[in-house]
């Protein structure tokens, strides 16, 4: 009886003060969310919109994995040959095909009839453009605002993109700078890797150096504060793309590290380098030939960069470089087979055009074998 007793007083207390103690907080809310700046609000619900946008356009793709061969070498005593061995592997199948070049068209149309062609340098508007295309940030995930593409299925994206434009910076951008961030970049990284992929930002990769032919000896230095709390960098790199236009910085710089010996050895380690962190600045290269992409040599002088913003330590053993490097060649050569291909067109149709008395140019000898030898030495 008791114990009902005290269960009966307690609930009518509860009921008393519920009303009280709601009003109470009803009122504290109405006066907080009544003098909440309308501006903040709209920010919040632009970054919700968009990542709602992305998830919602999220497609998923499958990728068949091939059967197994038996062994080539088992069978061939056996008397069997494989004649699949002759042939070149295919990369995508006929079904990936025809959707990689469904996809293509609206890159065809914006490079063919919106975007400036005599634009010399990337501006905000054109990587706005080139975000709102998913041209940038080509291998992300597709809930990062990527295309989630093989290399392969890149390298297409990129012929597409060399057939109507000179700016190789946005190549340099895409296969160095975000592919780092992509393979080695942590969770604190993706700030900036957003940046990247909604066209608010460009990156620059900054590993030549200026005083010494040897890539493997970097003059530019890092050391860490006392406090171990930020990096300070000095020194010069050589001919980097987009140098005076980029916002974000990979850096390569020698430093300092303990090794389980307890002695003290040198290791390179990339930063992340913001623009804003100060002490940075920049010299334009003219470049024969490259009048539509910002080339420069970019200094840094007393830089501070948080230890956060050590994306990898690269040690001997390490083989971060190759691995960026090797995929970027790949990708290069794409752009650069589709240049090789349309001046190769436009000096046929120059040849075509131009009158050469009795005989048209064309149909020379001299410029016949010349066409004939850049085909066989380039296979274009």
Request: glycine residues 6%; contains cysteine.
């Amino acid at each position: 009886m008791f114990g009902l007793s005290k269960l009966s007083t307690r609930n009518v207390l509860l009921k008393t003060n519920y009303p009280t103690a709601l009003s109470k907080k009803i009122k504290i809310k109405s006066n907080k969310y009544s003098t909440q700046v309308a501006v903040k609000s709209e920010t919040i619900d632009k970054e919700l919109a968009r990542t709602i946008e992305r998830i919602t356009n999220i497609r998923t793709k499958e990728y068949k994995k091939k059967p197994q061969k038996p062994p080539f070498a088992k069978n061939l005593f056996l008397g069997v040959f494989d004649r699949d061995i002759l042939a070149y592997p295919e990369a995508l199948d006929k079904n990936m095909v025809n959707v990689l070049e469904k996809d293509i068209i609206p890159i065809k149309d914006f490079f063919e009839n919106i975007a400036d062609k005599r634009e010399e340098r990337i501006t905000k508007a054109y990587l706005s453009n080139l975000s709102k295309l998913k041209l940038i940030g080509l291998h992300a995930q597709n809930y990062l605002g990527g295309r989630e593409l093989t290399l392969t299925e890149s390298c297409r994206y990129l012929e597409e993109m060399a057939q109507n434009t000179k700016q190789i910076g946005i190549v340099d951008s895409e296969m160095l700078g975000v592919q780092m961030l992509i393979k080695y970049g942590t969770e604190n990284h993706r700030k900036y890797l957003n940046q990247l992929i909604n066209g608010e930002s460009i990156i620059s990769f900054c590993a030549s150096e200026t005083d010494t032919n040897n890539s493997h000896l970097f003059q530019t230095k890092a050391a860490l504060s006392s406090d171990k709390k930020t990096w300070i960098v000095n020194g010069r790199k050589k001919l980097i793309i987009n140098g005076s236009t980029a916002d974000i910085f990979i850096v390569f710089a020698e430093s300092e590290r303990m090794n389980p010996t307890g002695l003290t050895e040198n290791i390179v380690r990339a930063f992340i380098v913001e623009k804003g962190f100060g002490g940075i600045t920049s010299t334009p290269c003219e470049i024969t030939g490259l009048d539509q992409t910002d080339i420069s040599n970019v200094s840094f002088v007393n830089t501070p960069v948080p230890a956060e913003n050590v994306i990898a330590e690269i040690d001997s053993d390490s083989k971060i470089i190759s691995n960026i490097l090797s995929e970027y060649r790949i990708s290069k050569g794409a752009v650069v087979s589709t240049l090789l291909k349309n001046a190769l067109n436009d000096f046929i149709k120059h040849c075509i055009e131009i009158d050469g008395g009795s005989k048209a140019i064309i149909n020379t000898d001299a410029v016949q074998a010349k066409i004939g030898e850049v085909i066989t030495q380039f296979d274009i």
